[in-house]
């Protein structure tokens, strides 16, 4: 069944996660809510599915089959963060990634750009890390069969790394049409000098695929030399094209350039599939003291209303983003942020500032 046939209303998971998921989850689910409305289109059905501790307590899982079940008739979802580290050690494969697998979710975009009032450390910084997400060095995803890490012995480990010419090929072209719509740069990141049958896989189908798109320019970089390049000079870059674990490393030093961890979106999706997630992880440290940043879930969500848009031939979502990401801006131009980029405003002070502002334009 085409979940995403258009004129029939959205149909959304909400997935609260661990730590300052149900925080950032519901700020975020709020400001669809608004944003929508603000825009004229019709109201979310919203389907609320458990994952993460509350899950384990639960249903004895941390992904439990009910999740994965009612994702299938959702249109596309919002994920909260987990905190896989603290379960059992019999629970501790990673949801996200599991749901990523099971969905062929085979893209991560991670767009970072600075925040018009916010301190940035490289303020011109303005760019898309599009990683490869279903295999590479992560051990949860990249055997068929039992994990990507195994101890021969109690003093040796060894992990396995997984490319493949059709995965990169996959990405390479997400990563090239994304770049004909903005500067028309890709920049290939591997390290293929000491990983050079893996790694080199990836640049040379990189490179084979960029021959398809002429007016892209397209060069290649060391990961260790793109992160200097990136601090250094970050206004060198448009979209970066990248394997599973450097991308992951990557944007996160590229969202703390721009600003902070709590404003740094991405979407992962596949042609048919996308979910909202936001680049940083549970921060339990800040879980349950209403203090966390929910930007980073405002413009995930964002992301997804305009994939949604395009897949369902519905302008109204992209809309109803544009409301979104413009609500925030405004917020942090009338000088309302949350304690990590200096402000005094809780996450639900500044979701109800957020929302407000939804409804101006
Ligand atoms: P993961 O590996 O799951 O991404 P992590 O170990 O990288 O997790 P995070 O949970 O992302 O760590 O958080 C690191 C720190 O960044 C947190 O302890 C917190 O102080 C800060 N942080 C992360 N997200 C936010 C947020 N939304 N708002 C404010 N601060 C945040």
Known sequence: MDQTKPGRPLRLGLIDGD??????????????????????????????????????????????EVTLTGLRDTDGWILGPHDNASYPPQHRVAPGGAIRRHFALHANIRPVHAIPGIAAVAPGIDLVIVRENSEGFYADRNMAVGSGEFCPTPDIALSVGLVTRAASERIAHEAFRLATARRGQVTIVHKANVLPLTMGLFRDTCYEVARGYPQVRVNDEHVDAAAAHLVRSPGDFDVLVTENLFGDILSDLAAQLAGSLGTAASLNCSETRAMAQAVHGAAPDLAGHNRANPVALHHSSAMLLRWLATRRGEPVLARAADRIERAVAATYEAGIATADLGGLASTSEFTEHVTARVHRW
Not at 19 to 38: F, N, Q, T, Y
Not at 44 to 56: E, H, S
């Open 19 to 64: 730590g300052i998921g149900p925080e950032v989850v519901g700020s975020a689910r709020r400001v669809v809510d608004e944003a929508l409305a603000a825009a004229d289109a019709a109201p979310v059905d919203w389907v609320p599915l458990p994952m993460g501790r509350q899950a384990i307590d639960e249903f004895g899982s941390a992904l439990p």
